[in-house]
């Protein structure tokens, strides 16, 4: 999600480097879009900020999550052709190439509130993209049949949304070895093939955290994925009150403000897992840019990218909903949280989430903390 803080300090030497020399600097890491680096800091795509400090920070010590592994073949083996023009690995996409459109982009999900999004989406005609969390925040695993997950996923992919990969349990990626990398991104494959037989070659790092001193940017390009960041960020994670939502709505004015839909696009970063980014950031979204003339795409269709460069066909064992083992865990069933705690629990059989809770946002499918 947001920038790590080796990316926020190369990012501070940028702009002068780009006023000295032009964007053509040897060695200097490619911005990927339409605009140079200049103009992307001038709409506070770079803008100084505390790394993505939401809820989902506590899943790096919850290894818990990182320890279960869907059902079936392994994708590990899968032949990954780079296709298309769109880059992949490397400093990543920050911006879209086609004048005109918009990119509304969700992370996290899926959660209780993705499905109020589909709705909200179907009923402007209006399409996005979701970077699915495979086993996050005490949800449970997305192809385990004793969550709705599946359900919910089938239905984005069906309504024309892009499904792409935010990773499995949502760790820093530059954190761990390549190997943990690689198995983070071939259990959400693993998961999305077991609902859709398919997986994405979209991703986006968890605290946009992927830098290439870690290796994680050649990782990301091995595995044939697109690094995908944003020029737009609403900050709905640290806005999730009736009495705050309007930061994020100004966010989003500000971020677009300077634009028209006859030379600009734009890629917005918002979280399907917020209540209010559910039930009031994303109507004023849409009815913004819409009153503007923007077009509503997902992020491959604002890269020009062609659907059939956006997803890796998956061969093997392949588990639909009806047929996946649950593979929690846990010895209690799993059940989809509906409400915030009210005794410090989450996640595992409680119904419970934290988010909201007075508790902290801490959720563990094990049902702790």
């Not at 677009?256 to 950031?281: C, E, F, K, M, R």
Request: proline share 6%; glycine share 8%.
């Amino acid at each position: 999600m947001h920038f790590s803080t080796a990316l926020l300090s190369s990012v501070a030497v940028l702009p002068a480097l780009v006023a000295a020399h032009g964007d053509g600097i040897p060695g200097a890491p490619r911005i990927f879009g339409r605009r140079n680096v200049g103009d992307l800091k001038s709409r506070n795509a770079f803008e100084s900020r505390n790394i993505h400090t939401h809820e989902e920070r506590a899943e790096v010590a919850a290894p818990c999550d990182d320890n279960t592994v869907p059902p079936g073949t392994s994708t590990s083996t899968i032949a990954r052709p780079l296709l298309g023009s769109v880059p992949y690995g490397g400093a990543g996409i920050y911006d879209c190439t086609v004048p005109g459109t918009i990119a509304i982009t969700y992370d996290d999900g899926p959660y209780i509130y993705t499905d109020h999004v589909l709705d909200i989406l179907k009923s402007y005609n209006a399409k996005a993209t979701f970077f699915i969390t495979g086993n996050n925040n005490g949800k449970g695993e997305i192809d385990n049949t004793a969550n709705p997950w599946a359900t919910t996923i089938k239905r984005a992919y069906a309504d024309g949304h892009q499904i792409a990969s935010h990773t499995w349990t949502h760790p820093f990626l530059s954190s761990l070895t390549s190997a943990q990398r690689k198995q983070q991104m071939y259990s959400n494959e693993m998961a999305l093939r077991n609902i859709l037989g398919f997986f994405p070659t979209y991703m986006r790092p968890p605290y946009s955290d992927c830098t290439a001193a870690s290796g994680c940017e050649a990782d990301m390009k091995a595995l044939g994925y697109h690094i995908t960041y944003f020029d737009v960020d609403t900050v709905d994670y640290n806005n999730d009150s009736p009495t705050l939502i309007q930061n994020a709505k100004n966010n989003f004015a500000k971020g677009i403000a300077a634009g028209s839909p006859s030379t600009a696009d734009y890629l917005v970063i918002g979280h399907d897992i917020h209540y209010q980014t559910a039930y009031n950031l994303t109507a004023y979204m849409l009815d913004t840019l819409l009153a503007k003339g923007y077009k509503l795409v997902t992020v491959g269709e604002c890269l020009g990218d062609p659907q059939a460069n956006w997803y890796r066909s998956a061969p093997g064992s392949v588990f639909t909903s009806a047929t996946a083992t649950p593979t929690s865990t846990s010895s209690a069933a799993t059940v989809s949280p509906t409400r915030a705690s009210t005794d410090g629990t989450c996640g595992g059989a409680t119904a419970y989430t934290c988010f909201g809770s007075s508790f902290g946002n801490c959720c563990s499918a094990n049902g702790k903390w």
